[in-house]
Every structure is written in C-alpha cells, then in structure tokens.
C-alpha cells in the first residue's frame, strides 16, 4: 500500500526488503524478477517519484481486483484508498518519514464493494545517492485471519453473558478468555495467559492433555472429575468443545465447566434410598415399623391424591390423626400446598422416578417450616402408590443464614481493628503532652526535633491504616491489581528512607546487596508494601545495635528478594502459623513494640497476588529470614 498527499507533500510506501540501492536491472535479472513476483501470494507493488504505479503483479490483481494494464501508469491514490486499523495515516507518514519504512493493519474497499484486510508494509528506494527514486510495498491479504478474530471476540462477549463457567485455551493451551463462578472452586483461579493445565492435579495431566489433544482433532470430550478443594470435595463436569476457523481448522477449544456436586451427592443418597426401599419391600411389616418408628416425616399416598397413610410425625407436625388417614390432599391442606404436593405426585408417576424438592409449609402451630423433600414410586397391592419423606432443615437453613451474616460482621469487625492505633495515638499524646506543659522552656531545635517525631509518626499512622485497609479489600478480593515494570533499587531506597528514624534509635544498619537484574514486574504499591512490612518486622525483632541485610538473588525467571536480621527469631510452630494464614497473636520486639500481625498477612497476600511465593526461615535466639519471589517480566 501507498500514503499520498493532495498536496504533493511527503509520500509514502512498503517494500519487501529495506533496500537503499537503486534498481537497476538488466534484461535478465528483470525476467527473473517478473517470474518471482507472479510466483508470491502478496501484492507487490512499486511506484516513482511522481507516484505512478511501476509494478503490478498477479497477487496484486487478485487482492485489489484490479488488472495490471488498469494500475500500470495510473497514481495509487486514483486507484484505491485505506482505512488505517492500529494507527492513523498521519501517525504512518511521520514514522515512514523516520524510518525509511512503515508496518500496519489497513482496510481496503474494493471496486467490487467487498473489503479486505491487509497486512501492508511500505518501504522507501534509493538510489546510490541517497535520494528518493521510489517505493515498494508488499500487502498480504489477512481478512480470514482477522475475521476470525472478531468472530472469537464476539463468541466471548456472547459467552460472558451465559451463567455458565469456562476458558477457552489456544493451541499452545493458553488461557485466552475465562469466566468462571466460585462454584468450580480453584479453578476460578484461571487468569488470561495462564497454562490450561495450570490448576490441573498432577496425576492427571496427562489425561487432560490427552483430552485436548483429542478437542484440537475435532473431536467433543466430556468427562467428570472429583476435587479436593479446601472448602470440600466437589464434582464437576467437563466439557471440551473444538473451536474452528472458516477453513474447518479447529484453533480453540471451549471448556464448560460444571459443578455436579449436588447431583453426585443425590446419586448417593438415591443409591441408598433404593438399598433402603428394596430391604423393606420384602416385607410389609417391615416397612411399616420403618415407617412409624422415623424420626423422618413420612406418607404415601395413591394416584388420586389420597392419603393412605401417615407416619407419627407427620401427625403431630400437621396435626393430623388416624382419622385423617384415607383423606384427600385437598381436605387436608391449603389449595396452594395440595397444588404443589398433586403436582410433585404427577411427576413421580409419570417418570418412575424419584423426585427431589425443598419444600416450604405450614405446622399445626402456624409457624413456617423448610423441608428437602424425597418422593419415590412404590408399587402397593399391584397400584402404584407415592411415597414421601422429609427432613425438617428449618433450623440449617437458618444457621446457612446465620454463619452468612456473621461472616459479613467478622470482616466488618476486622476492618476497624485499632490495636496498633493505640501505640500511634499514645506517642502524639505524650509528646504533645509534653510540648504543652514546656513549651517555654524548648529551644527551637528540640521544637524541631519533636515536630519530627510527631511528622513520622503520623506518617506511621497513615502507613498502618492504609496496610490494614488493603488487608481487607485483598481478603475481599476487591483490591485493584496494576502491575508494571518496576526498579527493586529505587523501591527499597524510597521504603528505606522512612525507617531512618527507627534504624538510628536502635544503632541498627541496613544493607543492600543486589546480585540480581534490578527490574521486576508487580505492583508497584504493593512491592512498597511487602518491603515496608519485611523491614518494619525485622527493626521491631533486632536488638540494639545489630545489622538487617536487604539482598537479591537471580532464579530463573524470578528474582528473590530477602530480609534477614539477626532477632529474636521464631519457633517452628509460629513460622507455621504465618504461612498458613491462621490467627496469632503478635508477639512484641525487642524494645515492646506491639502489633497484631496484619502487616504480615498482608505481605503475603501481596506475593502470590503478584504471583510469587513467601517463606521463612528462622531459628529463635538467632534471627529470620523472610524470602519471597517476583516476577521478571509479566
């Protein structure tokens, strides 16, 4: 493709090769040349200094639908114009200005009202004495290729709107696109770039990758799979859809992702209820005593809706008697409950299945109860008879309900800990205490001194709350993530000057030792954090006039960074404990120090969100060191 001035100001072109030589040919290099440009599936096109088309091969005739005798000759800007996708014309221009060359994504309408897309590339000619004596551009035709973009991206904008889990993995099974809900436990931990086999147990990988493979082929693979996850074992289902191009190439997979938990725990317990209704079909009596001696509510009754008989239980919570026993649903209940209990009776006829429902009702006492229902057919006296139980989880529902709120209160709580104010507050008082009694005798240098110390510490007050407000947004997941290219030097400089205070009252040096690159990629907020936290907890645990050592260490693709003082150190229990995120109380430093560990929680919470890892090494008596990873690039 070509830029072109109204004006006849600069223009511009692509070539295939940077050249700076003049085209000079003779007849036989030319004869080649013509043979090459009709053998190559690009447009080649060349112009001259008055911007008249010089070149024109077959590639070019059937991309721009325009036949060499029609371009020959003609200016590029009479025969076609471009609509410029990842920069605009005058961006092209400037860069082609100042690089002898131009690459872009263009769109081109044709004579025939069809458009295509090109990737273009524009090169300036030369001659040997450096003037301009030309161009070259060489434009591929990528429509397919960008139209199946935009179709993938209007697929995942379609599937963002579905309730369904998934990702959707490229050949290099990358993460492309993922939404999942927390129902599919760590597997909602997949993040765009992510392997698809990142959250995948070991012993199964392989199987995976043997599922993928299979998708890529075209095949669609199902299967269920059981997980531990902290919270539980849960099933989910999973099924690989391939994803192909216009040409029938399979370039995606979608995976939908589906929790069974509840059906596989229904299998179960209908595995049981059948053992159960086989053992007490053998024998009427036997069912029976069953029956009257639950604690479970229980009935049956025929297809009609008439109840043929009621366990104790179920008496007493509706208030029943045996005399009630032979009546019609529609005598015993509200219209409203018999609709629902005819209608549930239906199903179970109808399919010879068991039918499963949480069911809400009135006692004999007029308060509401919830109930998991179970219905199922039997057969009695050669009819089919439904019969019921139900579980009252009036009170679980409740307690569900209960546990929800107090979670939402112990974060509430957690979110206006003062603990750590008190030491804040209790510095400000006693100095400006002081400062009030006498001011009149305080030189101006120990005013200073004491502002200083007022300054810092609300400094430290600011640092407290904003790590203990970050602490519960993170635990919230509502903390925003940003990372970029960031310099460890300049980070740990900038986090080492606000300790100056703390490091000279206790005669405590701090070194810095990097054998390592000094970029890595994280949040930049969130490294000063971790830093800030690491050196404020190895000042309070060092003694008088020891020494903290801040270093680096290349590992691979990470960098890890460490904090090592020589304190009081740590039990193996309590380093235990920090790792595993559990409650402890805060111990104090060496000169009484206090706080309540959320500096800590924090830190590592900001490791693995900028996805690297924390551990500890520590002996008491004799010091720790707190080692964690980031990431060189992204």
């Known amino acids: 493709m070509f830029f072109t001035n109204s004006d006849k100001q600069h223009k511009t072109t692509t070539m295939i090769k940077n050249s700076t ?23 080649l096109i060349s112009i001259d200094n008055n911007f008249q088309i010089t070149s024109w091969n077959k590639a070019a005739e059937r991309i721009y639908n325009i036949k060499t005798g029609e371009a020959i000759g ?136 043997e599922c993928y493979v299979k998708a890529f082929n075209g095949e669609t693979v199902s299967y269920e799979a059981l997980r531990n996850e902290p919270n539980g074992n849960i099933w989910l289902h999973f099924t690989y859809f391939p994803l192909k191009d216009n040409f029938g190439t399979v370039i995606n997979v979608f995976i939908v992702l589906k929790n069974i938990t509840a059906q596989k725990e229904f299998e179960i317990l209908d595995k049981h209820r059948k053992e159960v209704e086989k053992k007490f079909l053998e024998s009427k009596m036997l069912f029976e005593d069953f029956m009257e001696n639950s604690p479970l509510t229980a009935w049956i009754t025929d297809e009609t809706g008439n109840v043929i008989y009621m366990n104790p239980p179920f008496l007493k919570i509706f208030g029943f008697t045996k005399k009630d026993v032979g009546k019609n649903l529609y005598e015993l209940f509200p219209s409203k409950l018999a609709d629902d209990f005819f209608f549930n009776n239906r199903r179970v006829i109808e399919t010879d299945a068991s039918v499963e429902s949480i069911e809400k009702s009135i006692k004999s006492d007029g308060s509401r109860a919830t109930y998991h229902v179970y219905k199922f057919p039997l057969r009695y006296n050669k009819s089919a008879v439904i019969a019921g139980w139900a579980v009252d989880i009036t009170d679980e529902m409740k307690r569900r309900e209960e546990l929800i709120e107090l979670n939402k209160y112990k974060d509430k709580i957690v979110s206006i800990i003062a603990h750590d104010l008190k030491n804040y507050f209790t510095i400000n008082y006693t100095t400006t205490e002081y400062l009030l009694s006498d001011h009149a005798h305080i030189s101006r240098e120990e005013l200073h001194n004491f502002l200083q110390i007022l300054h810092t510490n609300n400094l430290k007050t600011l640092e407290f709350l904003d790590d203990l407000s970050h602490w519960i947004k993170s635990a919230l997941n509502k903390i925003i993530f940003n990372p970029s290219k960031i310099s460890i030097r300049k980070e740990a400089e900038t986090v080492l000057q606000f300790f100056h205070e703390q490091l000279d009252e206790k005669n405590i040096s701090a070194k810095l030792l990097y054998n390592a690159s000094d970029e890595v990629f994280a949040d930049e907020h969130m490294f000063q954090a971790i830093i800030r936290n690491l050196l404020s907890n190895a000042i309070k645990f060092s003694h008088q006039g020891s020494e903290i050592m801040i270093k680096t260490e290349p590992d691979k693709n990470f960098i890890v960074l460490s904090v090592t003082d020589n304190g009081v150190g740590m039990s193996k229990d309590f380093v235990e404990k920090i790792m595993r995120s559990i409650n402890y109380e805060s111990t104090a430093g060496t000169k009484g120090e206090k706080g309540m560990g959320v500096g800590l929680n924090l830190t590592k919470s900001f490791v693995e969100k900028n996805g690297g890892r924390l551990w500890i090494e520590s002996v008491p008596s004799k010091g720790s060191t707190f080692y964690f990873t980031i990431p060189v690039s992204q």
């Open 74 to 209: 003609k200016r590029a800007d009479d025969l076609f114009t471009y609509e410029f996708l990842d920069s605009t014309r005058e961006e092209a221009i400037s860069i082609l200005i100042k690089n002898n060359t131009w690459k872009g994504i263009v769109k081109l309408p044709r004579n025939d009202g069809k458009t295509v897309v090109l990737r273009s590339s524009v090169t300036v000619v030369k001659n040997s004495e450096d003037k301009i004596i030309g161009y070259v551009s060489v434009n591929r035709d990528i429509t397919e290729e960008f139209e199946s973009k935009n179709s993938l991206q209007k697929l995942t904008s379609l599937l963002s709107s579905l309730h369904e889990s998934f990702y959707i993995v490229d050949r290099d099974l990358k993460v492309i696109f993922v939404q999942a809900k927390e129902d599919v436990g760590s597997l909602q931990q997949y993040k765009v770039g992510d392997s698809g086999l990142l959250y995948v147990y070991e012993h199964r990988k392989q199987f995976v990758h």
């Open 21 to 43: 030589k003049p085209l000079e040919q003779t007849e036989e290099s030319s004869f080649y040349d013509k043979a090459l440009l009709s053998s190559i599936d690009d447009a």
